[in-house]
Antibody, heavy 122, light 107 residues
Framework: QVQLVQSGAEVKKPGASVTVSCRTS????????IHWMRQTPGEGLEWMGI????????DYAQKFQGRVTMTRDTSTSTVYMELRSLRSEDTAVYYC???????????????WGQGTLVTVSS | AIQMTQSPSSLSASVGDRVTITCRAS??????LGWYQQKPGKAPKVLIY???RLQSGVPSRFSGSGSGSDFTLTISSLQPEDSATYFC?????????FGQGTRVEIK
């Protein structure tokens, strides 16, 4: 079955970087785009960006441009999300999700990772 | 970016009640909208996509309607297991944006 398994919780100091991984299985890795979101009590769910595992192309939300990089490793069917210059407001649960195409090219997320809590604190 | 305004932010209803949640987009998005259910400590789960398409395996008491900028999620007969937070999400253009969520509580 389709599975997305994320790396464990992280605690980082302000100014540091964090990398969250999302290891996929149960399907052809290069056939489905992966999106990253985060969730905070204050901002709710925020869309951060996408990566196409086939060619590695990405598209990032303007809010995170210059601070985020999404990459993939096709040999391990894993995608990564690096967020740099962390600040306290980046404390959140980060999710990866698989995008599928449904009826008449409509898209949605059918599988999610379990979430990774990133805490930014001095 | 397209803003999604979701209402109400919370509601309390009894088992068997009909529940309606709405999302309004700041511009027309066709039918590029999904509804997701999230329970505490869990990732969201898709209920509806393309505004009105029921995801496989989702109970038929859930339905979606709307197009353009106004959308509705309806639970026709609320069940105890429907206690959760519900989000809309547009996929019209990047950046995708979520509604702020509606917390549904069972009386």
């Amino acid at each position: 079955q389709v599975q997305l398994v994320q790396s464990g919780a992280e605690v980082k100091k302000p100014g540091a970087s964090v990398t969250v991984s999302c290891r996929t299985s149960g399907y052809t890795f290069t056939s489905y785009w992966i999106h990253w979101m985060r969730q905070t009590p204050g901002e709710g769910l925020e869309w951060m960006g996408i990566i196409n595992p086939s060619g590695g192309s990405t598209d990032y939300a303007q809010k995170f441009q210059g601070r985020v990089t999404m990459t993939r490793d096709t040999s391990t069917s894993t995608v990564y999300m690096e967020l740099r210059s962390l600040r306290s407001e980046d404390t959140a649960v980060y999710y990866c999700a698989r995008r599928v195409v449904g009826f008449s090219t409509s898209v949605y997320f059918d599988s999610w990772g379990q979430g990774t809590l990133v805490t930014v604190s001095s | 970016a397209i803003q999604m305004t979701q209402s109400p932010s919370s509601l309390s209803a009894s088992v068997g009640d009909r529940v309606t949640i709405t999302c309004r987009a700041s511009q027309g998005i066709g039918n590029d909208l999904g509804w997701y259910q999230q329970k505490p400590g869990k990732a969201p789960k898709v209920l509806i996509y393309a505004a009105s398409r029921l995801q496989s395996g989702v109970p038929s008491r859930f339905s979606g309607s709307g197009s353009g900028s106004d959308f509705t999620l309806t639970i026709s007969s609320l069940q105890p297991e429907d206690s959760a937070t519900y989000f809309c999400l547009h996929d019209y253009t990047y950046p995708w944006t979520f509604g702020q969520g509606t917390r549904v509580e069972i009386k």
